[in-house]
């Protein structure tokens, strides 16, 4: 049974919607038809157009930011769509955007970096970085601290209440100074902020004052450009895992404080790379441009098991005891994380995003601004 058409507006744009049922477990709902951010520049491995938290989702339309508010009538979902921010953005929103209780924290390409104020609906302030320093990340916050790279190689820290930047660090590099690694997330790790550069630098950070901690340079055989840093998902390990893209990955014993990290275990692809990775309990998930899916003990790097999908996934994602795999081509594919097995395989005509988990709903949401909506 279809359900109703729903009539909204969006100041300027006047538009509807309608959720389709699409199988018997499956509904396509069209929110708004989100615009690129990206213009050609790399999609970012935090870029979640749309995130969530509790009853409110968020999205990246681009030059605004749009609430979505998912309500269940019967056995269909009912989807609402409002333009939260009334704001002029005169570039583009990067990456994701940052959600917590009561404000939204998102950066504009062209370093601008904003703070909106969700109780009072207004901006509570909109900072440059600094001139000509454009961003394709998104901000990371924690604590009272908002932490952005710029790709000249800069990493900042912004106080969250005021907007002012308390310190920033310069990643020295032998390259031209442009840096398009700026892609990947920094990992917070106690009080240290753990970033990289573009020649497979980590840096570990004091995260009140900037100052050097430590410096870990690749020790591959030629210099190699950083994939990604993933953490576990207990925020009281100290390991992370950083995986180039020449099929390398180690894993570091982080210390305290001053000294330098140590190599636990390493592990390597031959004639292959890394695509994605997920961290969860005691094991670490990574895929491979050529297809492979692996599950390996984050405690020695030993293979639990290997599970071939024929593409490379762009992400990966864990809910419950699934793992759940966003391929190149989109498809979706559900395997047991205990096994590997495979549980659930659809294929979807657009480029697939992170899920969204909420109740009894998964929302599938999609490149070209579609959600679909999983039971």
């Known amino acids: 049974m279809k359900l109703p058409v729903l009539f909204f507006v969006f100041g300027f744009l006047c538009s509807c919607f309608h959720t389709q049922k699409d199988k018997?477990?499956?509904?396509?709902?069209?929110?708004?038809?989100?615009?690129?951010?990206?213009?050609?520049?790399?999609?970012?491995?935090?870029?979640?157009?749309?995130v969530g938290l509790k009853n409110k989702l968020f999205a990246n339309s681009g030059d605004a930011v749009f609430g979505v508010d998912i309500k269940e009538l019967k056995d269909d979902p009912i989807v609402w769509v409002k333009k939260i921010t009334n704001i002029n953005i005169d570039s583009k929103i990067t990456g994701e955007i940052c959600v917590q209780k009561d404000f939204l924290v998102f950066a504009e390409q062209n370093g601008v970096i904003h703070k909106w104020d969700r109780v009072n609906k207004k901006p509570a302030w909109e900072k440059p970085v600094n001139l000509l320093e454009p961003i394709i990340s998104a901000p990371l916050v924690h604590s009272d601290y908002i932490f952005i790279k710029t790709i000249r190689n800069m990493f900042y820290c912004l106080d969250l209440y005021t907007g002012k930047r308390l310190w920033s660090y310069e990643m020295k590099s032998s390259s031209s100074g442009i840096n398009l690694n700026t892609q990947v997330s920094p990992v917070v790790l106690d009080l240290q902020i753990v970033t990289s550069d573009a020649e497979g630098n980590v840096y570990a950070l004091d995260m009140k004052t900037g100052k050097l901690i430590w410096k870990r340079s690749y020790a591959g055989k030629n210099s190699d450009s950083i994939r990604e840093v993933v953490s576990l998902s207990d925020p009281y390990d100290d390991v992370i895992f950083v995986t180039y893209f020449s099929g390398d990955i180690h894993a570091l014993k982080i210390p305290k404080m001053g000294e330098s990290p140590r190599l636990s275990w390493s592990f390597n692809l031959p004639n292959d790379s890394f695509?994605?990775?997920?961290?969860?309990d005691d094991s670490l998930y990574l895929s491979t441009l050529s297809g492979d899916i692996y599950k390996i003990a984050s405690s020695d790097g030993r293979v639990i098991w290997k599970r071939h999908i024929a593409t490379s996934a762009d992400y990966l994602l864990s809910y419950q005891d699934k793992l759940y795999i966003l391929t190149s081509n989109g498809q979706l594919i559900v395997v047991s994380r205990e096994s590997g097995k495979e549980l659930f395989k659809r294929y979807f005509a657009a480029r697939l995003l992170p899920p969204i988990f909420k109740d009894k709903w998964i929302l599938l949401p999609t490149a070209t601004g579609s959600v679909y909506v999983l039971k």
């Open 275 to 280: 695509v994605s990775s997920y961290s969860i």
């Open 24 to 50: 018997k477990d499956l509904y396509k709902v069209s929110i708004v038809r989100l615009k690129s951010s990206y213009h050609g520049i790399p999609l970012s491995r935090s870029a979640f157009p749309i």
